[in-house]
């Protein structure tokens, strides 16, 4: 399979979204946002996102020659409209937004409607905790909804319905929470198909509603559905995506789960809190470095070498990355380059060796 160091991998998203109309600079937001996922490990939020994102362009289902607008703007409290822009130049605009606003009032939430795919959501509360406050996120994909079955029933009814949080530490790195409120994401489900792998037991069940192991019983005609998180304790799941509906979807006014199946959007509340208004931030910092402490002094269970806090793997694998290079499979690899060909670029010129 291809490989590619950051860098280059990075050029050639950025020429691809150029040759679709982006300017340099909303260009490189888009891909700085989906190389940094394949750098934490999250390839089904990477580069598989290039063709899709520049043929949806391409094909004028995303706009690149539009910006979010603030639509209500109260102290605490602002509603974005994404007006179809990219996820990430949206979703970006209102993470900013709510960063400021928390910093002058200690809290802040801000809505985001009609934007199209965001990317991965912990991008965007890591961008608060980078800059020193805590953040959160909930994010639907508007009215789709055919992706994830309910609890207890065996038709696709929600969509992954991700959440996502980071805060910083005083030393290292943030502490990160990216999680789909289904079992997985959809995009690993492509990642795997696209691998020739087969899928980990308990993630998908087929259209009869039989557990399978193929992703092809999750792609295939007729579909089938992810299952919600927690297994035989699946409620919980199923309860945290109605929750992120209500949020993500029916309070940013982008619109709840309703079976409809056209190009992915996201409907998004970002929270951010800024913690000096709450607390010193040394004894923030204290409590924190005394949880990790804590928590670590675990004697870990047979077969584990280390316990690691939430966000731990992802820096991990993009230092292990950013030295070893990316790895797309050859089915991405040859959809990018089909894509670029119908863009007008040579793709036989990219090199990708590292």
């Known amino acids: 399979m291809p490989r590619f160091t950051p860098r280059d991998l990075s050029d050639i998203g950025i020429e691809m979204f150029q040759a679709a109309g982006c300017s340099p600079e909303d260009a490189k937001v888009v891909v700085d946002h989906l190389v940094e996922s394949n750098l934490f490990g999250h390839d089904s939020h990477g580069a598989i996102r290039f063709h899709q994102y520049a043929r949806d362009i391409r094909e004028g289902r995303y706009q690149v020659d539009t910006k979010p607008r603030i639509d209500r703007d109260r102290p605490c409290v602002a509603v974005v409209d994404g007006c179809g822009a990219l996820g990430p130049i949206a979703a970006t605009f ?69 959440i996502a949080f980071a805060g910083p530490r005083r030393d290292g790195d943030p502490i990160m929470l990216d999680m789909t409120t289904a079992v997985a994401a959809v995009g690993k489900i492509w990642v795997a198909q696209n691998r ?41 799941g199923f309860g945290l995506a109605v929750m992120v509906e209500l949020l993500g979807g029916a309070l940013s006014g982008h619109g709840c789960a309703a079976g409809e199946r056209k190009l992915i959007t996201n409907g998004v509340i970002i929270n951010v809190y800024c913690i000096e208004h709450f607390v010193d931030r040394c004894r923030y910092e204290d409590e924190v470095e005394g949880l990790v402490r804590h928590v670590k002094s675990s004697r870990p269970a047979s077969g584990v070498g280390e316990i690691l806090f939430p966000g731990e793997m992802e820096f991990k694998t993009a230092r292990q990355r950013q030295t070893a290079g990316i790895e797309l499979d050859q089915v991405t690899w040859d959809q990018i380059c089909d894509e670029a060909q119908k863009l007008g670029i040579d793709s036989a010129r990219w090199d990708p060796g590292v």
């Open 94 to 162: 209102a993470t900013r937004l709510a960063i400021d606003k928390a910093r002058r009032q200690g809290v802040a939430t801000v809505a985001l409607h009609n934007s199209s795919h965001i990317g991965r959501v912990g991008a965007y509360p890591l961008m608060a905790a980078r800059d020193g406050l805590i953040g959160q996120a909930f994010v639907n994909a508007g009215k789709l909804g055919f992706e994830v079955a309910p609890f207890g029933g065996i038709d696709g009814r929600l969509s992954t319905d991700p």
């Open 196 to 236: 020739q792998e087969k899928l980990p037991p308990g993630w998908i069940i087929d259209a009869n509603g039989e557990p399978s192991e193929d992703p092809h019983a999750f792609t295939g005609d007729p579909p089938g559905a992810i299952l919600p998180l927690g297994g035989n304790v699946g409620h919980k």
